[in-house]
């Protein structure tokens, strides 16, 4: 098993930034790929970021390419988003994801543990 928690979330002014944190624990490795996704109210959960372990290709949500950036710390068992130029579209619960295998996916389907969530507010 593979615990994921997220924190970084809150409220931020549009333009703003935000940098969310994910730490993973149990049984982790080294080569598992990672994944951010964002589900805002009333909508569904959708895909934002990825990034491999083993040579650290990324692949973005046309949405969020530009202004996020995945980044991950091995040696800490830590991902990261940073979000930059946030609009309140950027609303929503984030999400992080692992999976036990190699390669970019931005299917839900295609990650085998989540985190809980954290929230992120952009105002106006």
């Known amino acids: 098993q593979v615990q994921l928690v997220e924190s970084g979330g809150g409220l931020v002014q549009a333009g703003g930034s935000l940098r969310l944190s994910c730490a993973a624990s149990?049984?982790?490795?080294?080569?598992?790929?990672m994944g951010w996704f964002r589900q805002a109210p009333g909508k569904e959960r959708e895909f934002v970021a990825t990034?491999?372990?083993?040579?650290?290709?990324?692949y973005y949500a046309d949405s969020v390419k530009g202004r996020f950036t995945i980044s991950r710390d091995n040696a800490k068992n830590m991902v990261y988003l940073q979000m930059n130029g946030l609009k309140p579209e950027d609303t929503a619960v984030y999400y992080c994801a692992s999976r036990a295998a190699y390669g970019l996916r931005i299917h839900q389907s295609d990650y085998d543990y989540w985190g809980q969530g954290t929230r992120v507010t952009v105002s106006s």
């Open positions: 149990g049984r982790t490795s080294r080569s598992y790929s």
């Open positions: 990034i491999t372990s083993e040579d650290i290709n990324t």
